[in-house]
């Protein structure tokens, strides 16, 4: 047990930063989410390829693909330097899962019934005051559990930053199993407790959502 | 007086199916008129075009003499844009078959919505508005609810408030009784029958109920297979035509015990 | 910066892993499919704390990074008393995908037998079918055929996890598109390589579930006409 604590406390000196970019890459996963989502139920084509073409590529290759070639190609090929690894790894994951979230909202937003914009219509809303005031409230209740679900997808894509060389609980993990051999099994077993209770309220909320969503839309 | 609202020559299809093939009519201000006419018979159609929800594949739409689904810009005749129908919109209310009321809004902000974001009217006038509007419709201690906790006869009730809040110059009715129970039925009419005889707008009424249409048209209109079959005064065409079709749409109408 | 001839130099060896890639995902997809059943199994005995017990521990692998767990098995298990012992990396990257996948393999079924309308299962008991044949006649026959683009979703995502297995050492292709790139110091050829394999392998795998997700639908639920004419 003692060294169990020892371990755990060991671990959470990698706290920050598995939690720093769960919270940005979810930020910006939702912004992806919403942008490419709206872009994609639009009427201009050309708007609608382009997202289109972003949700197909990121979602038909994988994360930790996206992840080294963020790495390694996007210095060498743009001459940008993005700062810090911090960022590439809250960027790969952002475009990732706001790929996968985009097409959420994208089915959410289709999914309410076509007589709501019709109603809408007839009242003389414009498009954006239709998509604010009628649509995306009622969809919004139809994305909760979906996104509650891919916040752990986000929160277990974060250990991959480790393999860039960030310093999160995964990297003090291998830390610790290298220097205590025959402690691995501990240390990578309260590494896995780790990510699980920060995973717990997202669990929570992905059950919470869908019981609202199966509620329906009536208040 | 001029007509309000007049078709051209309006045709609409669906993929191969005709569903309009010449619609020529003149909607005067005020004017009450019913539209019967068998299923598929493109009834609806003809008001979903007014209400711009669909776009006709030929002729002329015309309100107060101006071109609905036509603008010119730079001399050239192109597709009316949201901006071109948004002007006409205003003009024209709807009330739906399935009353389409925003589940996730009260009562009071179903009927508010349009006058705080279109008329940028401000909270407490627009309540006001509504509330005389959900009075007026027999709903006023409701204001609170939620369209699920309501009955069929009352949500449709507190649709035609919605749209009768804009003071639209026309409203539109796409058979609004016959997704309600039969004894629902009673209440919805006796709210239309009080717009006919107080308001001063122009109804287009798709409608299902003889016995109604006879009562409060000043005209009906039997459409079949695309065209304005017969055109008239109630009476005239519902109880004197000789029409074949007519006949036999109104035969079956009444053996189906549904007038 | 980017050159074709590095490309078209670094591409045949990049290939030389799609093998291991492939074997991998089809390996680690038939043992998530097999352990999605046992759970299915530990999650309805007659005790509630052992169906409890049994949720949690899936939940737990559910919500955990496969990498950890990848680790876990290929690192840390030869020390774990007992019951330790070495996997080459391929068969620890396995257990540990099949396993991390059975959990939601094993809801996919779940869902799909729930799907199953309650009246079969009375319908079953009047006719006196024995429990297997209610199983194997009718229950199943109707539950499997819905989960069938699920799953199949399910073998897409698991084959974008598997360069996971890069990691410790199994020679896939990304696994080779870095090996190339240490030895040439040009990354971002070979790592396009691995993005463009995977795109040309998912993609349309994606577009084949997808029609028939369409096709499943149209079968299962009342077909809406498409055209909407007026009455």
């Known amino acids: 047990m003692d060294s169990a604590l020892n371990i755990l406390s060991y671990l959470s000196q990698g706290l920050w930063t598995t939690v720093s970019i769960f919270l940005a890459a979810t930020f910006f996963s939702f912004v992806m989410a919403f942008f490419a989502g709206l872009c994609r139920v639009v009427k201009n084509p050309l708007v609608r390829g382009v997202t289109t073409a972003y949700v197909e590529i990121f979602r038909g290759t994988s994360l930790i693909v996206q992840l080294f070639w963020l790495y390694?190609?996007?210095?060498?090929?743009?001459?940008?330097?993005?700062?810090?690894?911090?960022?590439?790894?809250?960027?790969?994951?952002?475009?990732?899962?706001?790929?996968?979230?985009s097409e959420v909202v994208r089915s959410s937003v289709l999914s309410v019934d076509e007589g709501q914009t019709e109603a809408a219509i007839a009242l003389n809303l414009s498009r954006v005051q239709r998509m604010r005031h009628v649509i995306l409230p009622q969809a919004l209740r139809l994305m909760l559990p979906e996104f509650g679900n891919y916040m752990i997808q986000i929160l277990k894509g974060t250990a991959l930053v480790s393999l860039i060389g960030l310093t999160d609980i995964l990297y003090y993990g291998d830390i610790y199993r290298s220097t205590n051999l025959d402690e691995g099994p501990l240390a990578y077993l309260m590494v896995l407790i780790m990510y699980f209770i920060i995973a717990l309220p997202l669990i929570w909320l992905s059950k919470k959502g869908e019981k609202i969503s199966k509620k329906g839309v009536a208040g | 007086m001029e007509p309000v609202v007049q078709y051209k020559e309006v045709q609409k299809s669906f993929g191969d199916t005709h569903v309009l093939k010449g619609i020529n009519l003149d909607i005067m201000p005020s004017e009450k008129i019913a539209i019967i006419g068998p299923s598929g018979s493109g009834k609806t159609t003809i008001i979903r075009l007014l209400m711009t929800l669909a776009e006709p594949t030929g002729g002329d739409i015309l309100v107060d003499g101006k071109n609905l689904w036509k603008m010119e810009v730079n001399g050239k005749t192109k597709t009316a844009n949201e901006k071109h129908l948004g002007a006409v919109r205003d003009d024209i209310g709807m009330v739906f078959q399935h009353f389409n009321l925003f589940p996730h809004k009260t009562i009071l902000e179903n009927c508010t919505l349009p006058l705080t974001s279109v008329q940028k009217m401000d909270k407490t006038e627009a309540e006001a508005l509504a509330k005389q509007m959900?009075?007026?419709?027999?709903?006023?201690?409701?204001?609170?609810?939620?369209?699920?906790n309501l009955s069929g006869g009352q949500k449709q009730r507190v649709a035609m408030a919605r749209a009768l809040v804009m003071k639209p110059k026309i409203m539109l009715f796409d058979e609004v009784t016959s997704a309600l129970d039969p004894e629902l039925v009673g209440e919805v009419l006796e709210v239309i029958r009080d717009l006919a005889a107080h308001e001063d707008m122009a109804m287009v009424l798709v409608t299902h109920e003889m016995e109604f249409a006879l009562e409060i048209a000043d005209r009906v209109l039997f459409l079949d297979e695309g065209v304005i079959a017969e055109s008239g005064p109630a009476d005239d065409v519902i109880n004197k035509s000789e029409n074949p079709r007519l006949q036999e749409f109104l035969k079956r109408f009444r053996s189906n015990g549904q007038s | 910066m980017w050159s074709w001839e590095t490309f078209i130099d670094a591409f045949p060896f990049v290939i030389e892993g799609i093998n291991i890639t492939l074997g991998l995902t089809v390996t680690s997809y038939?043992?998530?499919?097999?352990?999605?059943?046992?759970?299915?199994?530990?999650?309805?005995?007659?005790?509630?704390?052992?169906?409890?017990?049994?949720?949690?521990?899936?939940?737990?692998?559910?919500?955990?990074?496969?990498?950890?767990?990848?680790?876990?098995?290929?690192?840390?298990?030869?020390?774990?008393?007992?019951?330790?012992?070495?996997?080459?990396?391929?068969?620890?990257?396995?257990?540990?995908?099949?396993?991390?996948?059975?959990?939601?393999?094993?809801?996919?079924?779940?869902?799909g037998i729930e799907s199953v309308d309650q009246g079969q299962w009375e319908a079953s008991k009047a006719l006196n079918l024995s429990t297997k044949d209610t199983w194997m006649r009718i229950v199943l026959p109707q539950a499997l055929p819905p989960t069938i683009p699920m799953l199949g979703n399910y073998l897409i995502i698991l084959f974008k996890e598997v360069p996971l297995a890069a990691t410790i050492g199994v020679v896939g292709i990304l696994s080779l598109a870095r090996t190339y790139g240490s030895n040439t110091w040009a990354y971002l050829e070979p790592i396009t390589i691995v993005a463009i394999l995977f795109l040309l392998l998912s993609y349309p795998s994606a577009l084949l579930i997808r029609w028939l997700e369409k096709k499943m639908n149209n079968r299962f639920e009342k077909k809406e006409t498409k055209v909407k004419v007026s009455k």
């Open chain 1, 72 to 101: 390694y190609a996007v210095p060498m090929l743009f001459g940008i330097n993005l700062g810090s690894n911090w960022w590439v790894g809250v960027i790969a994951i952002a475009l990732n899962y706001g790929a996968y979230m």
């Open chain 2, 134 to 148: 959900l009075d007026r419709v027999g709903l006023g201690d409701k204001f609170e609810a939620y369209p699920a």
């Open chain 3, 30 to 111: 038939l043992l998530a499919l097999a352990a999605g059943f046992i759970w299915l199994v530990l999650e309805s005995t007659p005790s509630r704390i052992i169906n409890f017990f049994f949720h949690w521990i899936r939940e737990f692998i559910r919500s955990t990074p496969p990498l950890v767990q990848i680790f876990f098995l290929y690192f840390a298990w030869p020390e774990v008393p007992y019951v330790g012992m070495t996997f080459t990396p391929f068969i620890a990257a396995m257990l540990a995908l099949g396993i991390h996948f059975s959990t939601y393999i094993s809801e996919v079924y779940r869902s």
